[in-house]
């Protein structure tokens, strides 16, 4: 079956950084989009950044400019480097995929989603 586990999260100062993994098996790696999205508490699910079968990108403004997005198509793998950390970033980062082009940062267009990894950036 279907799985995705994301890794690296934790705790880190604001202006800080952190490196989120996402590791996929089960499905054909290279055929699909990959996003990330990420979830505060009390917030709605929302999107962070995502990467197309050709390494085209999409970021949130929120986040552009700080966040790379990157995918490793011989480990089946994708990333997140997070750099100049926010307190505003605290969520927890969940890693999804799709294999229907264009609307990146629809949710609703991801088929499959890991478990979620928790961000806490510190004042």
């Known amino acids: 079956q279907v799985q995705l586990v994301e890794s690296g999260g934790g705790l880190v100062q604001a202006g800080g950084s952190l490196r989120l993994s996402c590791a996929a098996s089960?499905?054909?790696?290279?055929?699909?989009?990959w996003g990330w999205f990420r979830q505060a508490p009390g917030k709605e699910r929302e999107f962070v950044a995502a990467?197309?079968?050709?390494?085209?990108?999409d970021y949130a403004n929120s986040v552009k400019g700080r966040f790379t997005i990157s995918r490793d198509n011989a480990k089946n793998t994708v990333f997140l480097q997070m750099n100049s950390l926010k307190p505003e970033d605290t969520a927890v980062y969940y890693c999804?995929?799709?294999?229907?082009?264009?609307?990146?940062?629809?949710?609703?267009?991801?088929?499959?989603w890991g478990q979620g990894t928790q961000v806490t950036v510190s004042s």
């Open positions: 089960g499905l054909t790696f290279s055929a699909y989009v």
């Open positions: 999804a995929a799709k294999t229907r082009s264009g609307g990146n940062s629809r949710y609703d267009l991801y088929g499959y």
């Open positions: 990467i197309t079968w050709s390494g085209s990108t």
